[in-house]
């Protein structure tokens, strides 16, 4: 699938057309939640959702607070958990949105998005001892790891192509 690109801030993400669907109202139908950024970042968001192949009314709910946490990793400091690691980048930022929109497309919402120490972002589900992540390196590296915490875990390094079989690998591994 190809992705239309637009700009937020200085990123480009996947365009996202929210339709009828207010972004501020998304966003508050959302609640409370300490993870997300202030509301009003919903509006340097809002301008990315108006247009394109992608449309939030057909995507879980949760998908666009999961947005708006990629567009909070993107003003990280430079130095950050007394690391040397750089913050995510450009191209970690638009793989993880592009594996975020798989992840809808199944409606397997991550448990956690959060920068990575070897620098780029990463998005992990678990389910009790089922654990899968998919990394997002500045690079443009991507790689999955499973894991039933009995086992080895596996790695795999994945090409762009590879995300959307191997999210839905993750999704029967983690519902098993």
Known sequence: MSYGTVTIGVSSFPQFDHGTR?????????????????????????SA????????????????????????????????????ADPPNDTALQHAAEVLDRFAAVDLEPNRISPSIEEGVCLSCRDGMLYADIECFNTGEIMAAMSDGNHPTVVTVLDAAAIRDTVEQIAAFIRR
Do not use: F, Y
């Open 22 to 46: 207010s972004t501020r109202d998304a966003c508050a139908t959302h609640g409370p939640d300490a993870t997300l950024p202030p509301a009003e970042n919903c509006v340097e968001v809002e």
């Open 49 to 84: 959702l108006t247009r394109g192949s992608i449309s939030l009314s057909d995507k879980p709910d949760w998908l666009l607070s999961r947005l708006l946490e990629l567009q909070k990793l993107r003003s990280m400091p430079a130095i950050w958990e007394s690391t040397e």
